[in-house]
Nanobody, 121 residues
Framework: QVQLVESGGGLVQSGGSLRLSCAAS????????MGWYRQAPGTQRELVAT???????NYADSVKGRFSISRDNAKKMVYLQMNSLKSEDTAVYYC???????????????WGQGTQVTVSS
């Protein structure tokens, strides 16, 4: 069984910062790309940022220069540092990871339960 558990969400004023964390646990042989997605009410889930196993990041245009993604492979964790937050960043943020559970299976996507981020103007 594999679990992704997010933490660090909350309420912050516009211009403020938050740091999200996501921990992967369970029967895991390997983790490939990890990332963060978000979904605001009435919208589709969208990519925020991803990071490859070797640490190469990729960002949505809307967060470039404000958000920073990082990971700790030994701890099986991924982080999202969010600075200069805006009201339009308000959403539920989901952690995602491509995980291999055995050496003879492929990588499959797993999702966390989500953490709410609310930015007040």
């Amino acid at each position: 069984q594999v679990q992704l558990v997010e933490s660090g969400g909350g309420l912050v004023q516009s211009g403020g910062s938050l740091r999200l964390s996501c921990a992967a646990s369970g029967s895991i042989v390997g983790i490939n790309t990890m990332g963060w997605y978000r979904q605001a009410p009435g919208t589709q889930r969208e990519l925020v940022a991803t990071i490859s196993r070797d640490g190469s990041p990729n960002y949505a245009d809307s967060v470039k220069g404000r958000f920073s993604i990082s990971r700790d492979n030994a701890k099986k964790m991924v982080y999202l540092q969010m600075n200069s937050l805006k009201s339009e960043d308000t959403a539920v943020y989901y952690c995602n990871a491509a995980i291999r559970r055995t050496t003879w299976t492929s990588y499959y996507p797993y999702w966390g339960q989500g953490t709410q981020v609310t930015v007040s103007s």
